[in-house]
Structure formats: structure tokens, C-alpha cells
């Protein structure tokens, strides 16, 4: 995220290499953590 912070043009901090399957890693750890507090 401080690549994007440094480079806030959206189409060329998507598109960085990693971006994809970090986010996704995210949204794995955050559906986990939304599964335990229900």
C-alpha cells in the first residue's frame, strides 16, 4: 500500500506486480476474522 500511497494514479498501483495476490490474501484474512466475530 505505500506504492500506491507513492504512486496514486490508480490504473498504475493496480497493476503493480504482487497487487492481485495481496489483495486477495486480504480479503482471505478479512472474511476469516468477519467469520469469527459473528
Not at 489483495?23 to 468477519?34: D, V
Request: aromatic residues 0%; proline residues 5%; positive net charge.
Amino acid at each position: 500500500m505505500r506504492k500506491t500511497e507513492q504512486q496514486p494514479n490508480a490504473l498504475k498501483a493496480t497493476t503493480q506486480p504482487g497487487t492481485l495476490e495481496l489483495l486477495q490474501t486480504n480479503n482471505a484474512q478479512m472474511e476469516k476474522i468477519q467469520r469469527a466475530l459473528e
